[in-house]
Structure formats: C-alpha cells, structure tokens
C-alpha cells in the first residue's frame, strides 16, 4: 500500500510530545510489512538537516494560493520524507517553535492546502492518506470537495488529543480557498457549541468527513464519547462511532532500548537492571540514599495534572524519597507555580527541577528512576508510561485513557496476576495520588522481591509498533478497499506522461 501521513511533527527532526514519535515509529514499523511510506511536514526553520540524510530538493517551485514552495525530501529510516518550505510572506514555518504563534491556524491550513496541491502535482495513486490532529484535518474535506481529482481511496484520522480543535472563523476557510459559509453547517464544520454559532473546528472536519477515525488507545476512545472528555465534540463523536475504532500506540524500541541506548551512563537488561540503575543514578548530583526515585518526564499543563505533581514532589520528599521533574509549561501561571517550587527546594540534593526540553537528559532520567508518575486528568494514549516500563522504571498512573490500557495495579485482583505491572489510582485527587505513591514505597522497601516482579514484567512486555501497526494496516485495507476514489485508466496515465515528456 501507498500510505501519506501529514503531520505537524516528526521525530526526532520535529518533535514536540508524543505525536512526533508516533509518526516515526508507525512510519518505520509500516515500511517493514512492505508498504511505502511518505511523511509530509513543514521545514520549520530549526530542523538540522545535518540529521537528514540526502536531503534534496524534490519539486523547486510550486504554487499554493499564488505564493511559491518548494518541497524538500529525504529518505529516513525506509519512508520518503518530505518538508514543505513556504516562501510565503508570513514565514509560515520560519519560526523557532512548532506550535504557539497567533497565527497558528493560518499556518496549519496553509500547510494542509500546500501539502495537497503537491500530491495532485505528483499525480500518484494513493491508498491512504493518514492525518494527524487537528493541524492537518482540513485535508479531509479538501481532498472530498476541491481535490476530488487526487487518486486517494481513503483517508484516515488519528486523534492524539482531543483537547486541540482548531477552532477558527469562516473567514479563515475563505483564506485558503474554500467558501468558508458553506461549511458552516452543522453536518459539517460547524462548532458544536451554541454560544459560538459562528465557529468553524478544523479537527471536527476531518472526523465528519475521514472514512476512518482512531483515537490512539480503546479506553480514550470510549472516554471522548462522555461529556467531560469529549472537548465539546460529543455528537459529531456520536456520529462518527460507526467508523471509530481505538488502536493503542507504540514506542519506538530501537529509540527507547536501554540495552543499547547511548544516552545512559550505564545500559543495561533486565539481568542487570538493578546495577545499570544505580551507574546512572551516580551521574546525577543527588542523595543516592533517599530512595526509591520518583520522577515525571511531561509537559507542564493541566492534562498532565500539575497541581499532582507538585503534591507529589511534597509528598517523595516527606516520605524520603528524591524526586526528578524534567519539564516546562506554556502556561505562565503554571511556570509560575513550579518556579516558586524551585524556590523552596534550591540545593535540596532531594530534588532535580529542570524545567527545559532535553532529549538526552529524559533517557538517562527514565534509566535511572525506581518509579514514574502519570497523574493524568485525562491522557489519549501516553507515552511515558510505556518508556518507562521499558526501561525498568514502575509506573504509577491514573488510571485513563491509554494509562488504563496499559497500567495494571499490582493489587488489583480483578486483574491476572501476569498482568499487574504497576499502581494505579482512580480519583484525580491529591489523596488518591498520595495513597497509591505510599504503596509504591511500602512495596519499594518491604518487598524488594516483588517489587522486581513489577520491574520484570515492564521489561518483558512488547509496546513496539508490531501489534498496533498491524491494526493500522487492517483499516487501511478496509477504507481503501470501499473506496469510490477516481483512478486513473492506462490510457490516461500514457497521455498525462506524453504530455509532461
Ligand atoms: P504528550 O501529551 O506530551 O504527547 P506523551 O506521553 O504521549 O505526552 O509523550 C511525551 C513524549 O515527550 C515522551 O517521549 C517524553 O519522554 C517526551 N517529553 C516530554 N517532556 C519532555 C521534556 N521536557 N524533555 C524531553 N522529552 C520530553
């Protein structure tokens, strides 16, 4: 199969959460069942092409909406990759962050228009277009109202987070070439919510209007059919639950190994574990012997329950224990609230506060942590969770969404005994959080036995991307294969290469 992903992130050249290691490692993973794989995102001004192997230039010039691009491509682990460079007078996506400019919808929609008329230069059949989120969900009624000429059977939409609509106004469709009023429509664009009649949501588009939509873990995608969790979007969700349909992510093992990774001080495998832990430990400046070692590796907002893990930092510190926060918030009340944390605890060698985006510092935290902390109000599918079993790290997570899926308590008798590989909490409480860490520490100290049981089996388990991109392929096949897209006759193909010979 022939599969296009768009997205706005690409890890590691672009990534700014888990969405940019979603696409590499489904990416990767699907060019190894045999499918050919192109990524398309923007050439944002910070990616080091030094990273990129043979990067070229694919198409010079071509136009969106009269404004020249130029499209780039590399080839990146068996999948071509392509970065679309604007030339438009904004400087679209010279910019030295991914997202948080005022003009965030006008860079995305312009994205997804651009990226589009590229394909319909190319003019190849595609079986799949998979979209990512609400930055490039405007493709989905795009390709079925102004590109209907584009060869692609089935377009499919993942939903990393539903929390991100790209809400906007009519007259931001009129900027990229659609008649923004005629999709005002209730079974179209428009916004669910009354009091903003005239609201157009980018991400309710590409599930109105995707032949598949997958919400990236079973468990979110029954939570964003509740009220609380459905961001506002509950009936077009109610709508769409006859081609919804949840697949849990993966994590890329080949980046997340600590076997092999080059990050960690010391590596190591479940049979030196205990020893790998402790060289890593070593590198920090910190009390060796305020044990276990909790930490978080997340974005600071309120998804990821800040004020929890604030509590937490408290909490580790009373109880003994050192805690690591690698982190920032886009929040500045929330900064705010962590900086006057870093305040009280400057040079408590119980605590590490780092508050910057560090790739190589979070490898080494989740190598050399006893436990970590997923205190999520809600949480699609989650990564970190699953890095850190994988590193030997235990989890402790409230139980949501993919964290639900993938997190069992190690109490639990609901649950197969094999199955318990971690603490879970159901309330998104200070009290319930405090009561499943003391857990963690009775067990981390009194039964070290059984504690390396939870170790083991986080280990043990298989996150890669064999199983979920398994289920992918399978709703590929099934979307494309309903597919009323037009196809070009022999003929056609003949006379479109004559032409352009
Ligand atoms: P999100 O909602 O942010 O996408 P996920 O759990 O799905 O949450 O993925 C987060 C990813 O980003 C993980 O790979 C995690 O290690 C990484 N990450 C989060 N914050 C930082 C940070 N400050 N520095 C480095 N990596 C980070």
Partial sequence: MRIVHLSSEFAPIAKAGGLGEVIIGLSRKLVRLGNFVEVIIPKYNFIDSNKLNNLEVDLPDFKCLGHSNTMWKAGVEGCALHLLEDHHPAKYFQRDEIYGFDDDIARFTYFSRAALEYLRLKNEPIDVLHLHDWHVSLCAPLVKDLFKDLMV?????????????????????????????????????????????????????????????????????????????????QSTLKKAAHKTRGILNGIDTTIWDPSKDKSLVSTYSLETVTKGKQKNRESFDLDLHKRPWVGAVTRLVPQKGPDLIIEAIEKTIELGGTFLLLGSSPIAEIQEQFNQVQKKYQGNPQVLLNYNYDDQLAHLIYGALDLLLVPSRFEPCGLTQLIAMRYGTVPIVRSTGGLKDTVFDCDDPSVAVEKRNGFTFADFTKKSMCSALERAFHLFRTDPTSFHTLIRRGMQSDFSWKKPALEYQKIYAQTSMKSKAPQKTLKERIDRLADTA
Avoid at 187 to 202: A, G, Y
């Fill in 153 to 233: 059977k089935s377009v499919v939409l993942s939903i990393h987070n539903l929390e991100y609509q790209g809400k906007c106004a009519v007259h931001d469709l009129d900027l990229i070439g659609m008649n923004g009023a005629e999709y005002l429509r209730a079974e179209r664009l428009m916004d669910e919510n009354p009091n903003f009649p005239h609201s157009i949501n980018l991400l309710k588009g590409g599930i109105v209007y995707s032949d598949a939509v997958i919400p990236v873990s079973p468990s979110y995608a029954k939570e964003i059919l509740l009220p609380e969790f459905s961001f506002g979007l």
